[in-house]
Protein backbone atom coordinates (compact mmCIF):
# COMPACT_ATOMS: atom_id res chain seq x y z
CA UNK A 1 0.00 0.00 0.00
CA UNK A 2 1.04 3.26 -0.45
CA UNK A 3 1.93 6.07 1.96
CA UNK A 4 2.94 9.72 1.23
CA UNK A 5 4.33 12.19 3.84
CA UNK A 6 5.26 15.19 2.22
CA UNK A 7 4.56 16.86 -1.38
CA UNK A 8 7.24 18.93 -3.24
CA UNK A 9 10.92 19.12 -3.05
CA UNK A 10 13.09 21.97 -2.66
CA UNK A 11 16.08 21.15 -4.87
CA UNK A 12 16.27 22.51 -8.00
CA UNK A 13 17.93 20.05 -10.37
CA UNK A 14 16.88 22.07 -13.83
CA UNK A 15 15.52 18.89 -15.74
CA UNK A 16 12.89 17.72 -13.34
CA UNK A 17 9.03 18.37 -13.46
CA UNK A 18 9.20 19.68 -10.09
CA UNK A 19 8.82 23.54 -11.65
CA UNK A 20 6.18 22.53 -13.67
CA UNK A 21 4.00 22.23 -10.15
CA UNK A 22 5.58 24.85 -8.34
CA UNK A 23 8.60 24.95 -6.25
CA UNK A 24 6.92 24.39 -2.48
CA UNK A 25 7.43 21.72 -0.19
CA UNK A 26 4.95 20.81 2.66
CA UNK A 27 5.80 17.57 5.32
CA UNK A 28 3.02 15.90 7.56
CA UNK A 29 4.17 15.24 11.67
CA UNK A 30 5.97 12.09 12.33
CA UNK A 31 3.70 11.31 14.70
CA UNK A 32 0.91 11.34 12.06
CA UNK A 33 2.65 9.39 9.50
CA UNK A 34 3.58 6.59 11.82
CA UNK A 35 0.05 5.93 12.85
CA UNK A 36 -1.29 6.03 9.78
CA UNK A 37 1.41 3.15 8.98
CA UNK A 38 -0.25 1.81 12.23
CA UNK A 39 -3.58 1.95 10.74
CA UNK A 40 -2.59 0.01 7.44
CA UNK A 41 -0.92 -2.84 9.28
CA UNK A 42 -3.68 -3.12 11.91
CA UNK A 43 -7.05 -2.88 10.05
CA UNK A 44 -5.65 -3.77 6.35
CA UNK A 45 -3.46 -5.84 6.69
CA UNK A 46 -0.61 -4.31 4.74
CA UNK A 47 2.14 -6.27 4.31
CA UNK A 48 4.87 -3.53 2.48
CA UNK A 49 4.73 0.17 2.31
CA UNK A 50 5.65 2.40 -1.00
CA UNK A 51 6.20 5.85 0.31
CA UNK A 52 5.31 7.83 -2.93
CA UNK A 53 6.79 11.17 -1.97
CA UNK A 54 9.31 12.89 -4.66
CA UNK A 55 11.89 12.86 -1.54
CA UNK A 56 11.62 11.35 1.90
CA UNK A 57 13.47 11.37 5.01
CA UNK A 58 14.66 15.25 3.57
CA UNK A 59 15.02 16.06 7.90
CA UNK A 60 17.06 13.69 9.57
CA UNK A 61 15.16 15.51 12.58
CA UNK A 62 12.23 14.42 11.02
CA UNK A 63 13.03 10.85 10.02
CA UNK A 64 14.43 10.09 13.99
CA UNK A 65 11.20 11.92 15.13
CA UNK A 66 9.07 9.30 12.96
CA UNK A 67 11.38 5.99 13.67
CA UNK A 68 10.81 6.32 17.54
CA UNK A 69 6.95 7.33 16.50
CA UNK A 70 7.13 3.46 14.67
CA UNK A 71 9.05 1.82 16.92
CA UNK A 72 6.82 3.39 20.04
CA UNK A 73 3.45 2.31 18.77
CA UNK A 74 4.69 -1.23 16.98
CA UNK A 75 3.73 0.05 13.46
CA UNK A 76 6.92 -0.86 11.73
CA UNK A 77 6.19 -2.20 8.21
CA UNK A 78 9.05 -3.47 5.35
CA UNK A 79 8.91 0.01 3.34
CA UNK A 80 10.47 1.48 0.09
CA UNK A 81 11.02 5.15 -0.74
CA UNK A 82 13.12 7.54 -2.67
CA UNK A 83 15.37 10.23 -1.97
CA UNK A 84 18.83 11.59 -2.77
CA UNK A 85 22.58 10.75 -1.82
CA UNK A 86 23.14 13.22 -0.05
CA UNK A 87 20.48 12.98 2.44
CA UNK A 88 21.21 9.08 3.46
CA UNK A 89 23.63 9.73 6.29
CA UNK A 90 24.75 7.53 9.00
CA UNK A 91 21.96 8.69 11.21
CA UNK A 92 19.81 9.11 8.94
CA UNK A 93 19.96 5.78 7.59
CA UNK A 94 19.77 4.14 11.13
CA UNK A 95 16.72 5.67 11.54
CA UNK A 96 15.02 4.61 8.34
CA UNK A 97 16.43 0.47 9.46
CA UNK A 98 14.54 1.08 12.60
CA UNK A 99 11.52 1.94 11.13
CA UNK A 100 11.44 -0.61 8.65
CA UNK A 101 13.09 0.48 5.40
CA UNK A 102 14.02 -2.42 2.99
CA UNK A 103 15.07 -0.66 -0.25
CA UNK A 104 15.89 3.24 -1.32
CA UNK A 105 16.06 4.65 -4.79
CA UNK A 106 18.44 7.56 -4.75
CA UNK A 107 18.91 9.88 -7.84
CA UNK A 108 22.50 9.03 -9.04
CA UNK A 109 21.75 10.38 -12.15
CA UNK A 110 25.49 10.50 -13.32
CA UNK A 111 28.93 9.41 -12.05
CA UNK A 112 30.33 12.54 -13.59
CA UNK A 113 30.53 15.59 -10.73
CA UNK A 114 30.78 17.75 -14.08
CA UNK A 115 27.48 16.40 -15.34
CA UNK A 116 25.77 16.39 -12.13
CA UNK A 117 26.59 20.35 -12.27
CA UNK A 118 25.04 21.23 -15.57
CA UNK A 119 22.25 19.47 -14.10
CA UNK A 120 22.32 22.35 -10.81
CA UNK A 121 22.15 18.18 -8.96
CA UNK A 122 23.62 19.66 -5.86
CA UNK A 123 25.31 16.30 -5.55
CA UNK A 124 28.93 15.39 -5.23
CA UNK A 125 29.44 11.84 -6.96
CA UNK A 126 31.54 10.96 -3.61
CA UNK A 127 28.19 11.43 -1.93
CA UNK A 128 26.65 8.49 -4.02
CA UNK A 129 29.49 5.97 -2.67
CA UNK A 130 28.74 7.09 0.72
CA UNK A 131 25.43 6.95 0.82
CA UNK A 132 25.61 3.43 -1.04
CA UNK A 133 27.72 2.34 1.89
CA UNK A 134 25.82 3.96 4.62
CA UNK A 135 22.45 1.54 3.17
CA UNK A 136 24.69 -1.54 2.43
CA UNK A 137 26.06 -1.09 6.34
CA UNK A 138 22.14 -1.31 7.36
CA UNK A 139 21.36 -3.89 4.95
CA UNK A 140 18.97 -1.96 2.98
CA UNK A 141 18.96 -2.75 -1.06
CA UNK A 142 19.50 0.24 -3.04
CA UNK A 143 18.35 1.71 -6.37
CA UNK A 144 20.04 3.92 -8.61
CA UNK A 145 18.21 6.34 -11.13
CA UNK A 146 20.56 7.05 -13.93
CA UNK A 147 20.58 9.85 -16.73
CA UNK A 148 22.34 9.67 -20.07
CA UNK A 149 22.22 11.98 -22.59
CA UNK A 150 22.53 15.44 -20.76
CA UNK A 151 24.11 18.24 -23.09
CA UNK A 152 27.86 18.47 -22.93
CA UNK A 153 27.77 14.63 -21.88
CA UNK A 154 30.36 13.04 -23.45
CA UNK A 155 31.69 9.09 -23.63
CA UNK A 156 34.91 10.08 -20.90
CA UNK A 157 31.32 10.84 -18.65
CA UNK A 158 29.65 7.89 -19.71
CA UNK A 159 32.85 5.94 -18.87
CA UNK A 160 32.37 7.35 -15.14
CA UNK A 161 28.95 6.47 -14.21
CA UNK A 162 29.67 2.84 -15.72
CA UNK A 163 32.63 3.37 -13.20
CA UNK A 164 30.33 4.25 -10.26
CA UNK A 165 28.36 1.74 -11.24
CA UNK A 166 30.73 -0.90 -10.90
CA UNK A 167 32.09 0.36 -7.91
CA UNK A 168 29.35 0.40 -5.59
CA UNK A 169 27.51 -1.72 -6.98
CA UNK A 170 23.79 -1.13 -6.94
CA UNK A 171 21.00 -3.77 -6.81
CA UNK A 172 18.93 -2.43 -9.26
CA UNK A 173 19.30 0.55 -11.74
CA UNK A 174 16.45 2.92 -13.57
CA UNK A 175 18.34 4.19 -16.73
CA UNK A 176 16.75 6.81 -18.84
CA UNK A 177 17.84 9.90 -21.24
CA UNK A 178 17.66 13.04 -20.21
CA UNK A 179 13.89 14.47 -20.73
CA UNK A 180 12.70 17.59 -21.53
CA UNK A 181 9.98 18.85 -20.12
CA UNK A 182 7.74 22.23 -20.88
CA UNK A 183 8.52 24.53 -18.14
CA UNK A 184 12.13 23.56 -17.03
CA UNK A 185 15.53 25.38 -17.62
CA UNK A 186 16.49 22.31 -19.61
CA UNK A 187 13.48 21.94 -21.79
CA UNK A 188 14.70 26.01 -22.75
CA UNK A 189 18.56 24.67 -22.83
CA UNK A 190 17.25 22.06 -25.88
CA UNK A 191 14.48 23.34 -28.02
CA UNK A 192 15.43 24.51 -30.69
CA UNK A 193 17.10 21.00 -31.04
CA UNK A 194 13.82 19.02 -30.69
CA UNK A 195 12.28 17.26 -33.71
CA UNK A 196 8.76 16.64 -34.19
CA UNK A 197 8.28 14.01 -30.98
CA UNK A 198 7.53 16.63 -28.22
CA UNK A 199 5.68 14.13 -25.96
CA UNK A 200 6.02 11.12 -24.17
CA UNK A 201 2.86 9.56 -25.65
CA UNK A 202 4.94 9.74 -29.15
CA UNK A 203 8.22 8.07 -27.62
CA UNK A 204 9.81 6.63 -24.43
CA UNK A 205 11.95 6.86 -21.79
CA UNK A 206 14.99 5.92 -23.92
CA UNK A 207 14.36 7.65 -27.07
CA UNK A 208 16.21 10.81 -27.56
CA UNK A 209 13.88 14.06 -27.94
CA UNK A 210 16.89 16.58 -29.17
CA UNK A 211 20.08 16.52 -30.92
CA UNK A 212 22.29 14.63 -28.82
CA UNK A 213 26.00 13.14 -28.87
CA UNK A 214 24.55 9.88 -29.47
CA UNK A 215 21.72 7.84 -31.19
CA UNK A 216 18.81 6.29 -29.27
CA UNK A 217 20.39 2.95 -30.57
CA UNK A 218 23.06 3.42 -28.51
CA UNK A 219 21.53 4.24 -25.44
CA UNK A 220 19.06 1.57 -25.76
CA UNK A 221 22.41 -0.82 -26.38
CA UNK A 222 23.65 1.02 -23.29
CA UNK A 223 20.92 0.75 -20.88
CA UNK A 224 20.71 -2.69 -21.68
CA UNK A 225 24.32 -3.69 -21.34
CA UNK A 226 24.65 -2.30 -18.33
CA UNK A 227 21.03 -3.62 -16.85
CA UNK A 228 22.51 -6.77 -17.85
CA UNK A 229 25.99 -6.18 -15.83
CA UNK A 230 23.99 -4.86 -12.05
CA UNK A 231 21.88 -8.12 -12.53
CA UNK A 232 24.81 -10.45 -13.38
CA UNK A 233 27.28 -8.89 -11.05
CA UNK A 234 30.21 -8.46 -13.55
CA UNK A 235 30.76 -7.11 -16.72
CA UNK A 236 29.89 -8.52 -19.42
CA UNK A 237 30.08 -6.06 -22.11
CA UNK A 238 32.28 -4.50 -25.21
CA UNK A 239 31.51 -0.72 -24.91
CA UNK A 240 34.01 -0.34 -27.88
CA UNK A 241 31.51 -2.64 -30.06
CA UNK A 242 28.81 -0.31 -28.68
CA UNK A 243 30.27 2.88 -29.71
CA UNK A 244 31.13 1.31 -33.08
CA UNK A 245 27.98 0.30 -33.77
CA UNK A 246 26.45 3.96 -32.17
CA UNK A 247 29.33 5.39 -34.94
CA UNK A 248 28.41 3.39 -37.78
CA UNK A 249 24.73 5.32 -37.15
CA UNK A 250 26.54 8.80 -37.35
CA UNK A 251 25.99 8.90 -33.69
CA UNK A 252 23.01 11.46 -34.02
CA UNK A 253 19.56 11.44 -32.71
CA UNK A 254 17.21 9.54 -34.97
CA UNK A 255 13.39 11.73 -34.62
Not at 158 to 167: A, D, F, G, Q, S
Request: with cysteine; proline share 3%.
Amino acid sequence: MNLVSSRGCPYRCNWCAKPVFGSTYHFRSSERVAREMLRLKKEFGAQHIWFADDIFALSGQWTRAFADAVDRLGAALPFKMQSRCDLMTRDTVSALRGAGCEEVWMGAESGSQKVLDAMDKGTRVEQIHEARENLKRHGIRVGYFLQFGYPGETWADIEKTIRMVRETRPDDIGVSVSYPLRGTKFYEQVVAGMGEKENWRDSDDLSMMFQGAYSTEFYRELAGALHAEVRDGSPRWDVVRALERSSARGMVVVS
